[in-house]
């Protein structure tokens, strides 16, 4: 019995010490403080060019491909090369104007791109808020939850109703960057594979 009892406590006193402990509540505003800091960083170099891999999935239809995805501010190209189909096409624009090329029927022009690959690719894919959590960012105009990895680095972010988690990071331009960005909201999915980064300096 007293052995018994002996091997209950050794048993519990294990299984406390490999409980992990909570986080203290200053360790979770440094993190917050730091992915803010991070984020001001990146705003200052809206000049960024990225080449990789992307698949979208609705849970009916896909697309994949290889993707060059450049940003100069406001104004942005975007390159996909489908090597299944051999077919690629060419998003371009800026605030206000969106133009679709490489499709049958086209060039597309809209006032959106999101709303433009929508129509004519059925990709539901935020662009604008895209482009800040490719980079690790909370997309600026609504309210977000955000989790920290054990380095300190976001490691899912909760927006629009999308779960945006964060596989792996590399360094470029002396920033650290998302190397695996895995994107959902229901049955839509959006994974993207990041095998460059090129990111201007800071002005």
Known sequence: MILRRVLLVLALGLLSACATAPRRADNV??????????EKSLAQRP????TGRIAVSDGRDNGSGRIVWQQDGDAFVISLNAPVTRRSWRLSGGPGHARLEGLDGGPFEGADASSLLRERLGWNVPLEDL???VRGMRASRAPSDIAFDDKGLPASILQYGWTIEYRQF???GGLTLPLKVFAERGPQRIRLVVDEWAIEPAP
Do not use: F, N, P, S
């Not at 505003?29 to 991070?38: F, S, V, Y």
């Not at 000049?47 to 990225?50: G, K, N």
């Open 170 to 172: 590399g360094v470029a």
């Open 131 to 133: 482009a800040a959590w």
């Open 47 to 50: 000049h960024w060019r990225l």
């Open 29 to 38: 505003q440094g993190e917050l403080k730091a992915q803010a800091d991070r």
